[in-house]
Protein backbone atom coordinates (compact mmCIF):
# COMPACT_ATOMS: atom_id res chain seq x y z
CA UNK A 1 0.00 0.00 0.00
CA UNK A 2 1.34 3.42 -0.89
CA UNK A 3 1.89 5.45 2.21
CA UNK A 4 1.34 9.91 1.87
CA UNK A 5 4.14 11.59 4.01
CA UNK A 6 1.75 13.81 6.44
CA UNK A 7 2.92 17.11 6.36
CA UNK A 8 2.32 20.19 8.95
CA UNK A 9 -1.11 21.16 7.01
CA UNK A 10 -2.21 17.73 7.89
CA UNK A 11 -2.36 18.31 11.41
CA UNK A 12 -3.77 21.20 11.40
CA UNK A 13 -6.52 20.13 9.27
CA UNK A 14 -7.28 16.93 11.23
CA UNK A 15 -7.48 19.13 14.73
CA UNK A 16 -10.21 20.80 12.50
CA UNK A 17 -12.13 18.15 11.37
CA UNK A 18 -12.14 16.02 14.83
CA UNK A 19 -13.18 19.79 16.27
CA UNK A 20 -15.67 20.22 13.57
CA UNK A 21 -17.14 17.24 14.38
CA UNK A 22 -17.47 17.68 18.20
CA UNK A 23 -14.30 15.25 19.62
CA UNK A 24 -16.26 12.01 18.42
CA UNK A 25 -16.64 9.39 16.28
CA UNK A 26 -19.41 10.14 13.51
CA UNK A 27 -19.72 6.21 12.71
CA UNK A 28 -20.45 5.61 16.37
CA UNK A 29 -23.29 8.10 16.47
CA UNK A 30 -24.56 9.72 19.30
CA UNK A 31 -23.38 7.68 21.64
CA UNK A 32 -19.81 7.85 20.89
CA UNK A 33 -17.75 8.69 23.27
CA UNK A 34 -15.85 12.16 23.58
CA UNK A 35 -12.20 12.36 22.61
CA UNK A 36 -11.27 15.88 23.37
CA UNK A 37 -9.40 14.52 26.35
CA UNK A 38 -7.83 11.66 24.30
CA UNK A 39 -7.19 12.93 20.98
CA UNK A 40 -4.99 10.24 19.57
CA UNK A 41 -8.47 8.04 19.44
CA UNK A 42 -10.02 9.66 17.19
CA UNK A 43 -8.71 10.34 13.71
CA UNK A 44 -9.25 12.41 10.55
CA UNK A 45 -10.58 10.39 8.04
CA UNK A 46 -10.34 11.02 4.28
CA UNK A 47 -12.89 9.37 2.05
CA UNK A 48 -10.81 9.75 -0.67
CA UNK A 49 -7.14 9.41 0.59
CA UNK A 50 -4.62 12.19 1.34
CA UNK A 51 -2.74 10.89 -2.37
CA UNK A 52 -5.77 12.98 -3.96
CA UNK A 53 -4.43 16.33 -3.29
CA UNK A 54 -7.63 18.42 -4.85
CA UNK A 55 -9.63 16.94 -2.19
CA UNK A 56 -6.84 16.73 0.85
CA UNK A 57 -7.74 19.66 2.75
CA UNK A 58 -11.88 19.48 1.94
CA UNK A 59 -13.95 19.75 4.52
CA UNK A 60 -16.58 17.29 2.61
CA UNK A 61 -13.99 14.99 1.98
CA UNK A 62 -13.25 14.21 5.90
CA UNK A 63 -15.24 13.00 8.96
CA UNK A 64 -13.95 11.46 12.57
CA UNK A 65 -13.86 8.39 12.66
CA UNK A 66 -12.55 6.19 16.19
CA UNK A 67 -9.73 3.93 15.44
CA UNK A 68 -11.68 1.05 15.20
CA UNK A 69 -14.23 2.63 12.34
CA UNK A 70 -10.70 3.58 10.71
CA UNK A 71 -8.68 1.42 10.72
CA UNK A 72 -10.91 -1.67 10.51
CA UNK A 73 -14.86 -1.00 10.09
CA UNK A 74 -14.64 1.61 7.50
CA UNK A 75 -11.43 2.56 6.00
CA UNK A 76 -9.82 -0.42 4.83
CA UNK A 77 -11.82 -3.63 3.68
CA UNK A 78 -15.43 -4.77 3.55
CA UNK A 79 -16.43 -2.06 5.45
CA UNK A 80 -16.21 0.77 2.22
CA UNK A 81 -19.40 -0.01 1.12
CA UNK A 82 -21.18 1.33 4.33
CA UNK A 83 -18.43 4.01 4.48
CA UNK A 84 -19.76 5.06 0.98
CA UNK A 85 -23.35 5.18 2.13
CA UNK A 86 -22.55 7.14 4.92
CA UNK A 87 -20.84 9.67 2.33
CA UNK A 88 -24.13 10.18 0.49
CA UNK A 89 -26.32 10.20 3.00
CA UNK A 90 -24.34 13.11 4.63
CA UNK A 91 -23.53 14.98 1.07
CA UNK A 92 -26.28 13.87 -0.96
CA UNK A 93 -26.08 11.83 -4.50
CA UNK A 94 -25.19 15.35 -5.74
CA UNK A 95 -22.92 16.31 -3.45
CA UNK A 96 -21.19 12.87 -3.12
CA UNK A 97 -20.65 13.22 -6.96
CA UNK A 98 -19.28 16.44 -7.26
CA UNK A 99 -16.52 15.36 -4.45
CA UNK A 100 -15.62 12.27 -6.75
CA UNK A 101 -15.20 14.40 -9.06
CA UNK A 102 -13.27 16.97 -7.35
CA UNK A 103 -11.25 14.17 -6.40
CA UNK A 104 -9.85 13.09 -9.56
CA UNK A 105 -8.97 16.42 -10.45
CA UNK A 106 -5.38 18.03 -10.47
CA UNK A 107 -4.11 20.30 -7.84
CA UNK A 108 -0.73 21.52 -7.60
CA UNK A 109 0.48 21.24 -4.51
CA UNK A 110 0.79 24.69 -2.63
CA UNK A 111 1.50 24.76 1.38
CA UNK A 112 1.64 28.03 1.79
CA UNK A 113 -2.27 28.59 0.04
CA UNK A 114 -2.97 25.30 2.45
CA UNK A 115 -1.92 26.68 5.66
CA UNK A 116 -4.00 30.15 4.97
CA UNK A 117 -6.25 28.34 4.21
CA UNK A 118 -6.74 25.96 7.52
CA UNK A 119 -5.53 28.86 9.39
CA UNK A 120 -9.32 30.66 8.26
CA UNK A 121 -11.29 27.57 8.63
CA UNK A 122 -9.82 26.98 12.14
CA UNK A 123 -10.65 30.78 13.06
CA UNK A 124 -14.58 29.84 11.52
CA UNK A 125 -15.06 26.94 14.60
Known amino acids: MFKVKERKTDILFSNYIRARDGWRCLACGENSRDYSENKRGLHCSHYWGRGHENTRFDPENCISLCWYHHNFAWG ?10 FMRKRL ?30 LKEL
Open 92 to 121: GDKGYDLLEFRAHCYKKRDDFLDKLYLKQL
Open 76 to 85: HGDGRQEYTA
